[in-house]
């Protein structure tokens, strides 16, 4: 069975840069893409940042030009850096992996004060 298990979750002023992991259970390559996605209380989850099997990358346009989304494939793991917070970004941050079926770690509060 597929865990992914995501911690870095923090408090941190505007401006200021939090890194979250996400620590899959098992070889990353073999997942079509793994991704980053948020929600806040009342609105639908949103997807932040991907990465596929093959290394591409993408972005929402909130994300880019200040999260980068990265992977240890000898650690099964995956990053996002997260730059220049804002207070729009505090969420509930949810890493996800695809294969045949879809896979969600349980979260991790990021909350960014003004």
């Known amino acids: 069975q597929v865990q992914l298990v995501e911690s870095g979750g923090d408090l941190v002023q505007s401006g200021g840069s939090l890194r979250l992991s996400c620590a899959a259970s098992?070889?990353?390559?073999?997942?079509?893409?793994m991704g980053w996605y948020r929600q806040t209380p009342g609105k639908q989850r949103e997807v932040v940042a991907s990465?596929?099997?093959?290394?591409?990358?993408v972005y929402s346009g909130s994300a880019k030009g200040r999260f980068t989304v990265s992977r240890d494939i000898s650690k099964n793991t995956v990053y996002l850096q997260m730059n220049s917070l804002k207070p729009e970004d505090t969420a509930v941050y949810y890493c996800?992996?695809?294969?045949?079926?879809?896979?969600w770690g349980q979260g991790t509060q990021v909350t960014v004060s003004s």
């Open positions: 996800n992996a695809r294969q045949i079926d879809t896979y």
């Open positions: 990465i596929t099997g093959g290394g591409t990358t």
């Open positions: 098992g070889s990353i390559v073999t997942y079509s893409s």
